[in-house]
């Protein structure tokens, strides 16, 4: 892979921090337990406790860890349906496309919006509780609006991480 800045990888950070194997491994291990204490990371690291949590406040401080979240079960919530579902935007309310995302983000089912290039205008990550609900979400949230163009669902059987 090319060290070049323009090359995105792991390794590679937009803001041209370097990280060390070291700070890689307590990247890892935060994103799999943000709750881990910092005694059993730095043993995980082969570090010590101090030094540890100097990494750690080093790495926040250069804005690679933005913050610490909760991992919530949406099933426990009585989400038991998951979507995805891509959106395409009629052309003529591309200039209200922004405005489009930010009315669906606030939606409570709505877990995340990403914005795309392609034939698709943004993709949405959807939990509900019943296949109505979705089915009545689309129906009230997305068909209904003139501005977009069309959605394709695809329902999600399930969702893997690293930590899984």
């Not at 800045?5 to 950070?13: D, I, L, M």
Request: a positive charge.
């Amino acid at each position: 892979m090319s060290d070049s800045p323009t090359a995105r990888t792991w390794g590679a950070v937009p803001n041209r921090v370097r990280l060390d194997e070291t700070d890689r491994l307590i990247l890892k291990e935060l994103m799999a337990d943000a709750r881990i204490p910092n005694n059993v990371l730095a043993s995980k690291a082969g570090i010590a406790p101090s030094t540890c949590l100097g990494r750690v406040r080093a790495l926040r401080d250069a804005g690679i860890i933005r913050g610490f979240h909760a991992s919530v079960d949406l099933e426990a919530l009585g989400f038991l349906v998951y979507a995805l579902i891509s959106v395409r935007v009629n052309p003529q309310a591309r200039n209200k496309m922004l405005a489009i995302v930010q009315r669906l983000r606030a939606l409570p089912n709505v877990q995340s919006v990403f914005l795309l290039a392609g034939d698709q205008d943004f993709l949405m990550h959807v939990a509900c509780g019943t296949p109505k609900e979705l089915r009545d979400f689309i129906a009230v949230h997305l068909a209904s609006d003139p501005a977009i163009a069309n959605t394709q669902t695809n329902l999600v059987f399930d969702h893997l991480t690293p930590g899984d």
